[in-house]
């Protein structure tokens, strides 16, 4: 089926719980630069609002002034989250009206925003949980990011090595149990994605929980993997984002980078925390992929994952949660021809994030 043509991604808005210190966050610990500001000083009274940018990656984190602002009830459900999956497309005017057509939930019709820049049109639809996709057109407008945001009296960079982030590489939704076909459908019949790869729970598994995930991409550059949860001895990671969570919602972004070692390095120099690598894994990983001409010893020292598929290999590496609550986390990824998402490497990460939810006793 033709799908809704999409340019790529535009960015992906998370809504906190205090929008300066995740702006901080995200620029001190991962090398991001603070690009634009909106709030009560640009004319937007009831929220914070920051744009980051590296590479071809953009984050908006937004934060609540008032009780009464959808943030603020967003975060006291979810805590910190990811919002809206935002697209880029040529028309959103369109983009939106073919996405109902096909089914789509409206949140908000096309709408434009003007300034000295010109207009930016944006349309929004609903997806699983509370996370929405919003339509951007961005043909007609030159400024940073959108009307109602200044790039005056930024936040200074902070001090660090450069992280070499590139762009998105995928995000990844967990959904409820039962829940995985009718969002593939979803992405199917109202994006006009295609499948591009389905692990069933025999694959995910560990001793403990296992999960089921399809893939859904548009054919170029926006790749999703959703994931449900299946039945195990003990609360599967799934399941525990869910419960935290309190509705399906996104799990993590994964952001691309051309020097995985250099990049980790700097992350780790910038103080960021990731998921320890169980204590065989290098042993066993040489052993199934030895042949591989790779720096094991800095792999092995900055914790990097390695998996490779029919087309090539990949190295991959997740942070600690990002929030305060068991749901958001991120991933590292530099792909060497693979296509795969790691799938060598579920089972040890797998048990990496149990030996944690055993520390938090959710397990
Ligand atoms: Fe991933």
Known sequence: MSGIELEGWDHV???????????HFFAAGLGFEVVAYGGPETGMPDRASYVLEQG????VVSGALQPSSPIATHHRAHGDGVRSLALEVTDAASAYEMALSRGAVGIAGPRTDEDASGKLVTATIAAYGDTEHTFVERTAYSGTFAP??????????????????????HVVANVGLG???????????????????HFGDDQISTEYSALMS?????????????????QGLRRSQIQEFLDFYGCPGV???????????ATVDALRGRGMRFLDVP???YDDARGRLGDLDLPWDELRRLGILVDRDEDGHLLQIFTENIGDRPTLFLEIIQREGARG????????????IEAEQARRGNL
């Open 179 to 197: 829940a995985l076909g009718c969002w593939v459908e979803f992405y199917e019949q109202v994006m006009g994605f295609d499948r591009l790869v």
């Open 13 to 23: 808005e998370l809504w906190v719980g205090n929008a300066r210190q995740a702006a």
């Open 279 to 281: 204590a065989d894994y």
């Open 214 to 230: 399809t893939v859904v991409w548009d054919g170029s550059r926006v790749v999703l993997p959703i994931n449900e949860p299946a």
């Open 56 to 59: 071809d990656i953009r984050l």
């Open 251 to 261: 799990q993590h972004l994964a952001l691309a980078t051309d020097d995985i070692v």
């Open 341 to 352: 998402f790691g799938a060598g490497n579920f089972k040890s990460l797998f048990e990496a």
């Open 148 to 169: 109602g945001f200044e790039s005056n009296r930024l936040p200074p960079r902070p001090a660090g090595a450069p992280v070499g982030l590139r762009g998105f590489d």
